[in-house]
């Protein structure tokens, strides 16, 4: 399955179904060995992440993309309810931009629904790519894992 994606003015909505419980997806996504096998655009080659999860903790992702050099992706958690979701400020080149990741549990999968405000249209489409890459990544790891709630991917 591939992401479903919608861009009006310049907010981004992408969602996915995962073929995971709802702990084990939203554990994904704060685990930082985890988190370092599927962020970043299709061109990542490599991933270090730095993550204080909790309500005004931090996180980095500093991805070294092919042909490009290195990206470093940051930002502040604002809203953390597990495992429903996580809503985030992250900077860019552009200035700050809200995310909420909504994590519905679906019995034996998981839809996951980001929000993204973003500065214009261009750059929703530039980040569009970039998430479903990264979904495409996070759904074969997942795969690959024993999808018992709470065990790590």
Same mark, same amino acid.
């Given at each position: 399955m591939?992401? !479903?994606?919608? =861009?009006?003015g ?16 939203? !554990?994904?996504?704060?685990?930082v ?17 730095? =993550? ?7 996180f $980095?992702?500093t991805? @070294? ?6 990206? *470093? ?5 604002d !809203?953390?309810v ?7 400020? *992250? @900077? ?16 034996d ?5 980001? #929000?993204h405000?973003?500065?214009?249209? #261009? ?9 479903? *890459?990264?979904? !495409? ?5 997942l795969?690959?894992?024993d999808t $018992?709630p709470?065990?790590?991917?």
């Amino acid at each position: 399955m591939k992401s !479903d994606v919608k =861009i009006e003015g310049n907010r981004l909505t992408i969602s996915r179904v995962f073929q995971a419980p709802r702990v084990k997806v939203f !554990d994904a996504w704060k685990q930082v060995d985890t988190v370092q096998q599927w962020w970043g655009c299709a061109e990542a080659i490599k991933v270090e992440s730095q =993550i204080d999860f909790r309500v005004g903790g931090s996180f $980095t992702h500093t991805m @070294q993309i092919q042909g490009c050099g290195e990206y *470093a992706y940051r930002g502040t958690y604002d !809203d953390i309810v597990e495992p429903e979701r996580i809503a985030y400020r *992250a @900077q860019s080149r552009a200035g700050t931009e809200r995310v909420m990741v909504e994590f519905i549990d679906r019995v034996d999968e998981t839809l996951v629904i980001v #929000t993204h405000d973003l500065p214009d249209r #261009t750059a929703c489409e530039m980040v569009a790519g970039g998430f479903s *890459a990264s979904f !495409d990544k996070l759904a074969e790891l997942l795969a690959k894992t024993d999808t $018992t709630p709470g065990d790590s991917p």
